[in-house]
């Protein structure tokens, strides 16, 4: 069966990085795409970004451009996504999730459990 | 501020239907047939419902449908049951430079 499975939390202090990753099994990696979303404390979903995993081509939220990074390694099925200069706000629960078109995030359609990352002045 | 605006809430008695609406712009919902539902439940992984305006995956019940007109994407949930008491969130392609943009996502409360 799919299965999207996410590294542990993170408890980061302002100003620094994190890197969270999400290991796919249960499909051709290839042939999908994988997405990320957060989820701040009490607040609603938020795309973050999508990524190619056929071509590695990547697509952000403008708000997050500059600090956000993706990639993908197709020799183990797995997602990263690296995120910048964190701020307080950032704190969030992170998600990974299936993009069943290759092309564009269209729609999601299994997810990860969710890393939940805390950032802490 | 969400791109999507959905009420905060909504209410039902179970067997009865209740309906959410996801509002966007004619850059969004209005121009592409991409909206999706999430469902989900405090402490879990949002769970896909609807995908491409009215599609349900395989494994979800037909008491939810999806429906859009102009701006305006819905959702709707047919004899309630206690179990639907979730957190649903819409989605929607919006083509660049946003491409994906979620909804404020709406507390249904089951009576």
């Known amino acids: 069966q799919v299965l999207l499975a996410q590294s542990g939390s993170e408890v980061k202090k302002s100003g620094a990085s994190v890197k969270v990753s999400c290991k796919a099994s249960g499909y051709r990696f290839n042939g999908y795409g994988i997405t990320w979303v957060r989820q701040a404390p009490g607040q609603g979903l938020e795309w973050m970004g999508w990524i190619s995993g056929f071509n590695g081509n990547t697509k952000f939220a403008q708000r997050l451009q500059g600090r956000l990074t993706m990639t993908a390694d197709k020799s183990t099925s797995t997602v990263y996504m690296e995120l910048t200069s964190l701020r307080s706000d950032d704190t969030a629960i992170y998600y990974c999730?299936?993009?069943?078109?290759?092309?564009?995030?269209?729609?999601?359609?299994?997810w990860g459990q969710g890393t939940l990352v805390t950032v802490s002045s | 501020q969400s791109a999507l605006t959905q009420p905060a809430s909504v209410s039902g008695s179970p067997g009865q239907s209740i309906t959410i609406s996801c509002t966007g712009t004619?850059?969004?919902?209005?121009?592409?047939?991409?909206v999706s539902w999430y469902q989900q439940r405090p402490g879990k992984a949002p769970r896909l419902l609807i995908y491409?305006?009215?599609k349900r995956p395989s494994g979800i019940s037909n008491r939810f449908s999806g429906s859009k007109s102009g701006n305006t994407a819905s959702l709707t949930i047919s004899g309630l049951q206690a179990e639907d008491e979730a957190d649903y969130s819409c989605c929607s392609y919006a083509g660049v430079p946003s491409h994906a943009v979620f909804g404020g996502g709406t507390k249904l409360t089951v009576l």
């Open positions: 491409e305006v009215n």
């Open positions: 999730a299936r993009v069943p078109v290759l092309s564009l995030p269209y729609y999601f359609d299994y």
């Open positions: 004619s850059s969004d919902v209005g121009s592409y047939n991409f």
